[in-house]
């Protein structure tokens, strides 16, 4: 039972892998190394850019791969913790 969790997070990043290939050869890129937050984002314009370089990742990571491999391990505890 626990290990649909991390089937889940393996279909999910095969997920993510094939949709940034296809987006890959669909959409015209920009590659910069930092982020300017200054600037607005333009979403109408053709153009799009990625950034290498993002402090925002490494969190991000990290509560998607906890909330997929504590949802099995919801289960048996909160059945534990019947008093």
Same mark, same amino acid.
């Given at each position: 039972? *626990?290990?649909? !969790? %991390?089937?889940?997070?393996?279909?999910?990043?095969? &997920?993510?892998? !094939?949709?940034?290939?296809? @987006?890959?050869?669909? +959409?015209? $890129?920009?590659?910069? *190394?930092?982020?300017?937050?200054?600037?607005?984002?333009? $979403? #109408?314009?053709?153009?799009? #850019?990625? &950034?290498?370089?993002?402090?925002? $990742? +490494?969190?991000?990571?990290?509560? =998607?791969?906890? !909330?997929? $491999? =504590?949802?099995?391990? @919801?289960?048996?505890? %909160?059945?534990?913790?019947?008093?």
């Amino acid at each position: 039972m *626990t290990s649909y !969790g %991390a089937i889940s997070i393996i279909l999910i990043s095969f &997920f993510i892998i !094939g949709v940034g290939i296809v @987006s890959l050869t669909n +959409t015209p $890129f920009k590659i910069m *190394t930092i982020p300017d937050a200054s600037a607005p984002v333009d $979403f #109408e314009k053709s153009l799009r #850019e990625i &950034f290498l370089v993002n402090n925002n $990742f +490494t969190p991000l990571a990290g509560v =998607l791969g906890i !909330g997929y $491999f =504590l949802h099995p391990v @919801s289960i048996p505890i %909160a059945r534990n913790s019947r008093n």
